[in-house]
């Protein structure tokens, strides 16, 4: 079987957003059987305090994943996040948009997304949008029902209580029915034609300027054979 990196991004501000994408990362992982890798900034271990070398770590994690998960939720979204959407973007990299947020927010009316119009419209890219307040009380509704298999009762190996005391793992079944939304969408995009279209220089030429175009050392810290390496992958990946 072959496994995606999945760069997952979003805020990592607050313990909300912390616990949040943890949870839904490792739901991700578990719902795809292994299919899906989700790499988390917030879990990568900083060698340094710098801000610019975790700039860097970040940028070079979303160049070398195979795919990414993007969480545009709030009125505004998190301006890193559209920094490391727009490389992804850059580079062709299948993508999917996730807000929960039941806000109305953005400039596009009543037909479009719910976010500022610049950040709409790119190839390869699917959107998993929901109520999270609806979600959360359906959820809450539901809980304790299942077979043990979703975090319902069990025999304890699923979270479930195996001595028949009450389970109300509601948010197992709130985040297991996130990640099954997001593994659909992303064996969607991934299967979408590269838009390099098999342009094997294109492909080194663009792969290259986004080693080089953020300055800083960046360049550096990917180092040599990182862009021969990556195209690689993606390449006996079948994503180019």
């Known amino acids: 079987m072959t496994t995606f990196t999945v760069y997952f991004a979003g805020d ?34 900083q060698a340094t305090e710098r ?46 948009l996730l807000r929960s947020d039941f806000r109305a927010s953005g400039d596009q009316e009543r037909e479009g997304d719910d976010w500022n119009l610049m950040c709409s419209f790119y190839p390869r890219t699917k959107k998993v949008q929901f109520n999270a307040m609806a979600w959360y009380q359906e959820t809450r509704r539901d809980g304790g029902q299942g077979d043990g298999t979703d975090g319902g009762q069990g025999d304890g190996t699923d979270g479930g209580q195996g001595d028949g005391a009450p389970a109300d793992n509601w948010s197992d079944r709130l985040y297991g029915r996130i990640a099954e939304a997001i593994i659909e ?8 034609p590269s838009a390099f279209g098999g342009d094997e220089a294109r492909i080194s030429a663009v792969y290259a300027w986004a080693a080089r175009f953020p300055g800083s050392g960046f360049d550096a810290a990917c180092g040599p054979g990182f862009v021969e390496k990556t195209i690689a992958e993606k390449r006996r990946k079948g994503l180019l």
């Open 51 to 96: 801000m610019v070398d975790i700039r860097n770590q970040d940028l070079m994690q979303v160049m070398a994943c195979d795919l990414g998960l993007f969480n545009f939720d709030g009125t505004d979204l998190d301006s890193g996040t559209v920094v490391e959407f727009m490389l992804a973007k850059m580079l062709d990299i299948p993508s999917v």
């Open 185 to 192: 969408a992303l064996d969607e995009v991934r299967t979408e």
């Open 12 to 45: 990592l501000f607050d313990h909300k957003h912390l616990a949040g994408n943890e949870l839904l990362a490792g739901a991700v992982d578990r719902r795809s059987g292994g299919r899906y890798a989700c790499v988390l900034p917030q879990d990568l271990e």
